[in-house]
């Protein structure tokens, strides 16, 4: 069976919210504007993807690092959506694994819409 790819993805800029609202009331600063540029930058280029197989990570700016979890590794998924999450509808998605190099994984800021954990 060949592997396809069921979702692919990143994490929502809500959860920079609160250094995006520190960074615009002191912007005045200037250095937070390069701070806010950072994080923004940061998220974005945080991508997922889950396939029949497996689940990725890959992360990094300029460097970039994959990480490769086997989904039959995992044994246990966790949705947690805090109360300012489910006002702008994002979730926190945790995985518990068997794995020994990376025994959590962790999607944070998606939609909740997508129901990724069901996927």
Do not use: H
């Not at 009331?25 to 396939?51: D, G, H, N, S």
Request: hydrophobic share 45%; net charge neutral.
């Amino acid at each position: 069976m060949a592997e396809e790819i069921v979702w692919r993805g990143t994490s929502s800029q809500w959860k920079n919210f609160g250094v995006y609202l520190l960074c615009g009331l002191f912007c005045w600063l200037i250095v937070p504007i390069f701070f806010a540029l950072a994080r923004y930058f940061q998220t974005k280029c945080k991508i997922f993807e889950l396939t029949t197989q497996r689940f990725k990570t890959t992360s990094g700016v300029f460097s970039k690092i994959t990480d490769t979890l086997e989904l039959y590794r995992v044994k246990d998924i966790e949705m947690r959506q805090p109360f300012l999450s489910r006002l702008v509808g994002i979730e926190n998605v945790q995985m518990n694994t068997s794995d020994a190099s990376s025994p959590f994984g962790l999607i944070d800021a998606v939609q909740s819409s997508i129901g990724l954990a069901d996927q």
